[in-house]
């Protein structure tokens, strides 16, 4: 199954993509209402298939993220893109002990192709190619071996950066906070993982993920190239707590998916810049579809007072 959220005259609404349209749900239904409700998204899908409240042609959609999480937690499971990104092989061993996260901005969620400001204040802004995997129904303290099984689907998350911004507030030893605080992209669709189980591979999938910018091949890479799994990361993150219905849990930057990595590794005279107003950002994700959204100015960054 893939569920979307469209935009129409009557405001943002859920439906299922069939084929070549989307069957809308009632008005005021969002996704994560499905999820929790009883029978989740399979019994949801059989409601709307047998009675839908309208039908959309899915070419010309206007597509808003399949839904606003209720917490987003992303992770870096891709040891290889912070090697790239420290312009070093050498990691500390704890990295290979826990997933490392931080908390993101739920209030910062754009849709797939709607366009991205530069923070305010930022000279090196950055996309970066991860996964979102949506929570579908509650879990705490999972075990590895079935914490997937909380997992109910994934779409494309872009976890836009200021790199000059998240590397000066780091020095104060929290974060990254304004850095990581402008947008995150999740979309076009969730694509349930019974319609991803062909391409299951372990812990993770095999799924081919490349990153355009202006039409030019920035980076790629695969899913399944992740060094903690998804089992892994639904345990950790659970561990204590509870995630619910709604959450999202990022997989972090898959190998040369942003471009702080080609900062890192290239010579001054190969790197191609950072995003300026204009750019246009594309991302794939073989079985996910893709996200392209166009960059836009800054507003001013209003200063506060030197102490």
């Not at 898959?254 to 890192?264: A, I, K, S």
Request: with cysteine; hydrophobic share 40%.
């Amino acid at each position: 199954m893939r569920w979307v959220t469209y935009r129409g005259s009557a405001g943002e609404r859920v439906g299922l993509v069939s084929t070549d349209e989307i069957l809308g749900c009632q008005p005021g239904v969002a996704l994560a209402d499905l999820l929790r409700r009883d029978g989740g998204l399979k019994r949801a899908a059989e409601d709307v298939e047998r009675a839908p409240h309208e039908r959309v042609p899915v070419n010309g959609a206007d597509l808003a993220a399949p839904l606003v999480p209720h917490q987003i937690r992303d992770c870096l499971c891709f040891l290889d893109h912070l090697r790239n990104a420290r312009g070093t092989p050498d990691l500390e061993p704890i990295w290979d002990e826990i997933p490392g996260f931080y908390f993101s901005n739920v209030a910062a969620v754009v849709g797939p192709y709607d366009p991205v400001r530069v923070s305010p204040g930022c000279e090196m802004f950055d996309f970066e190619l991860e996964i979102g995997a949506v929570i579908g129904q509650p879990v705490s303290d999972a075990d590895p071996s079935e914490g997937a099984n909380a997992i109910v689907g994934f779409m494309i998350l872009n976890d836009w950066s200021s790199r000059d911004i998240q590397l000066h507030e780091m020095e104060l030893g929290l974060g990254p906070a304004k850095g990581k605080d402008g947008a995150n992209t999740l979309g076009p669709a969730l694509v349930t993982v019974e319609e991803l189980a062909p391409h299951r591979d372990g812990d993770s999938y095999d799924l081919g993920m490349r990153a355009y910018v202006n039409g030019e091949l920035v980076g790629s890479g695969n899913m399944n190239q992740m060094d903690w799994g998804w089992g892994e990361l639904v345990a950790y993150t659970s561990r204590g707590t509870r995630l619910v219905p709604g959450d999202v849990l990022g997989s972090g930057t898959v190998p040369t998916g942003c471009l702080l990595e080609h900062f890192r590794t290239k010579r001054a005279d190969e790197f191609r810049g950072w995003l300026t107003p204009g750019d246009v950002v594309r991302l794939e994700v073989d079985g996910l579809g893709h996200t392209e959204q166009t960059v836009l100015e800054p507003v001013t960054a209003h200063p506060i007072g030197a102490r």
